[in-house]
């Protein structure tokens, strides 16, 4: 059974720092965090994929969010700098056997974590 949890987030004000990570019960090629905002669809952030050793963005996160990942921890992190109000959403840390853009591969299992809360104001 895959677990992830992740850890981090929490509330800072806009022009902030904000750090979540994300550890997994295993190793897995595409490492991902997503956000969701309540009504709407959820948004591909940030992947990194340790097979080609690329990483891709959301256009409206390029530039102030940085993502990492830790072979030997089997962890995921994500640096979020200059906040913004509109960063505001539940962000949740994703894994899967191969990226696609800024999301899972799409006939890829997928594993999900619970989600954790970033709140700029």
């Known amino acids: 059974h895959v677990q992830l949890v992740e850890s981090g987030g929490g509330s800072v004000q806009a022009g902030g720092s904000l750090n979540v990570s994300c550890a997994l019960s295993?190793?897995?090629?595409?490492m991902a965090w997503f956000r969701q905002v309540p009504g709407e669809e959820r948004e591909g952030v940030a992947v990194?994929?340790?097979?080609?050793?690329?990483?891709n963005y959301a256009a409206s996160v390029k530039g102030r969010f940085t993502i990492s990942r830790d072979n030997v921890k089997n962890t995921v992190y994500l640096e979020m700098n200059s906040l913004k109000p509109e960063d505001t959403a539940m962000y949740y840390c994703a894994a899967a056997e191969y990226c696609s853009g800024v999301t899972l591969g799409k006939y890829a299992k997928q594993y999900w974590g619970q989600g954790t809360q970033v709140t700029v104001s």
């Open positions: 990194i994929d340790s097979a080609s050793a690329s990483k």
């Open positions: 295993t190793d897995s090629v595409c």
